[in-house]
């Protein structure tokens, strides 16, 4: 899946997985873990330092990009399914704790530390660790000892709320200058769940004043309660104020200062991770000046991921103003921005979008763009979209993304016609790919079907034989369609995958779909009962109003 043409070459490179796998020739291979419970180590170590390759061949905007993605990945896994810390003795097999907490999530918090110690020291620390343990095994302790030995500091802090500790610190910060007294004061509230299982962080944080001549003054102070006011003498009113301006923190952060201060810091940050958190605010403001900014953001920033995010808060954006931006972009020249624009008119239910999109649906130099403009063609929920898709599915892809995205837009229209299309390309025979998009579809149109057997039962077939090779994305696929269908049916086949199969990822998915299922029952049940016992009130509140009546009749007559 790795090997490409030269059309995909526009929007992919190999170098990335070739990078991460290199390093575990140190980080996995000459130092390995002791056990399972640190495999960060190994994962967290080669997904970092992928990443430093970046840096080194692509440049430092690539490396924040990228850095920004895996936080992102994380933190979706984060929200919407579990939070574990990094460290941990808890999980049933082994292949649980590969997740996205272990990859991005440990990467980016490899990234913190390197930022908090420094460039020197960061290489001193890594050189000590494969030296010192080189042939041999380890576990997450030794690193911190290697630390304390390059830096006489003791880092049991940040290990035990970053590592032992689940979650990071979702910060919500503003500033005001007061000309009278000459300061900024900045606001910093931690607002993560921290009443539950997430701590109150604690960690030093940047705050860089420029001048309208850039000049820079960086002061920096220790967060370790729920809510701070900061005083920072400045004579002059700062031109721009970043908190956390190289972004060296792992966190979530909302930004609120009114949109000339973020339209500044769209056009004038340094580090991409400031224009874009910019982009991001401004997409809540959304006013006329903030579109106006996006869009040139759009096309004129030097970086393509300030471009692609600038895209995708017009998006957000949603108005008249946000989609002529958006449909005016679509000749720019980098394919991953390109990419964004396409995505972010998807939003749009529209026959103008729809127009602009097809002759991209129909033919793109970039796969990805051609790909992204099917499905957009397909959200706009469009006359004519079913044909787009149809006419999608002649065409060969790398990696079969056009072909993919088609029989995902299938499932934007819910169009009658599409289910004997989903049905056939479910088959055992077709791509991997192609099968396990197949079924997510027929997943989530199955929803609005709840009496379609077949449906159900292509699912289900999925896990008969042949059990030939490339089975497991499909497998996978066909339980989060189970999952997404949401029904008692489906649970005899869950409990078979949950029991008869060997890969760890499958039984594991098909338990957490079963548990779904069963407590939607269990709801279901309930409000059953409750509704039964409403009925029985009622008829005892009839009886009685009865009674009284009769009662009352007694009495007045
Ligand atoms: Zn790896």
């Known amino acids: 899946m790795t090997l490409h043409d030269e059309r995909a070459h526009l929007d992919f490179t190999s170098a ?7 390093a575990h020739q140190w980080f996995g291979d000459l130092v390995t873990s002791k056990s399972w419970s640190h495999s960060w180590l190994h994962e967290g170590f080669a997904t970092y330092f992928d990443l430093l390759y970046s840096e080194y061949a692509e440049g430092r905007d690539e490396f924040h ?13 984060h929200d919407s399914k579990y939070r574990r810390p990094i460290v941990t003795n808890v999980y049933s097999q082994p292949i649980d704790l590969f997740d996205m907490h272990l990859y991005p999530g440990s990467a980016a918090r490899l990234h913190m530390l390197r930022m908090l110690l420094g460039e020197e020291l960061w290489w001193e620390v890594i050189r000590r660790f494969l030296e010192r343990h080189r042939d041999s095994v380890v576990e997450t302790v030794d690193f911190m000892r290697c630390i304390e030995d390059v830096t006489g500091d003791s880092y049991d802090w940040f290990f035990d709320q970053w590592f032992y500790k689940p979650g990071f610190p979702v910060l919500e910060c503003s500033y005001q200058y007061e000309s009278k007294e000459g300061i900024v004061a900045v606001q910093v509230k931690q607002d993560q769940d921290s009443g539950k299982d997430l701590p109150v962080f604690r960690f030093p944080l940047m705050v860089r004043l420029l001048s309208r001549n850039g000049a820079a003054r960086d002061l920096t102070v220790e967060v370790r309660e729920k809510e701070h006011h900061f005083y920072l003498p400045a004579a002059e009113e700062p031109h721009l104020v970043l908190v956390d301006p190289e972004d060296a923190i792992l966190k979530r952060m909302r930004w609120k200062v009114d949109g000339v201060k973020l339209r500044v810091q769209l056009q004038e940050a340094e580090n991409v991770l400031k224009r874009i958190e910019a982009a991001d605010e401004l997409a809540k403001v959304g006013d006329r000046e903030a579109v106006a900014a996006l869009a040139q953001a759009v096309h004129q920033d030097p970086f393509w991921g300030v471009s692609a995010r600038a895209a995708r808060a017009l998006g957000e954006v949603g108005t008249e103003a946000a989609k002529g931006a958006l449909i005016g972009a679509l000749a720019i020249t ?15 239910k529209d026959q103008a979008v729809f127009r602009a999109l097809l002759p991209l649906a129909a033919q793109e130099p970039s796969y990805f763009v051609e790909a992204e403009a099917v499905l957009a063609a397909a959200r706009t929920k469009t006359e004519g979209a079913f044909e787009v898709l149809k006419q999608a599915l002649e065409r060969d892809s790398f990696n079969e993304v056009v072909r993919c995205r088609a029989l995902e837009g299938f499932g934007e229209l819910d169009d009658e016609r599409s289910l004997p299309i989903l049905l056939e390309y479910a088959r055992y025979g077709h791509h991997e790919l192609i099968r396990a998009q197949a079924l997510r579809t027929l997943g989530k149109m199955g929803q609005s079907r709840p009496r379609n057997r077949e449906i159900l039962e292509k699912i289900a077939d999925t896990f008969r034989p042949p059990a030939g090779a490339r089975t497991l994305r499909p497998k996978l696929a066909a339980v989060q369609a ?32 079963m548990r779904k299922i069963e407590v939607g029952k269990d709801r279901g049940e309930s409000v059953r009962k409750l509704e039964k016992r409403l009925d029985e009130l009622a008829e005892e509140n009839r009886k009685l109003k009865d009674r009284l009546d009769r009662l009352e009749k007694i009495s007045t007559g």
């Open 482 to 513: 189970l999952e997404m269908l949401n029904r008692e049916e489906g649970l005899p086949v869950l409990r078979r995958v949950a029991e008869s199969e060997l890969d760890g990822r499958l039984v594991r998915s098909a338990r957490v779909a």
């Open 334 to 348: 980098h394919p991953k921005a390109r990419r964004a624009v396409v995505k972010a008119l998807g939003s749009f």
């Open 16 to 22: 990335h997985l070739v990078a991460h796998e290199l």
């Open 65 to 77: 990009y990228r850095l920004l993605e895996n936080r992102e990945t994380y933190f979706e896994e």
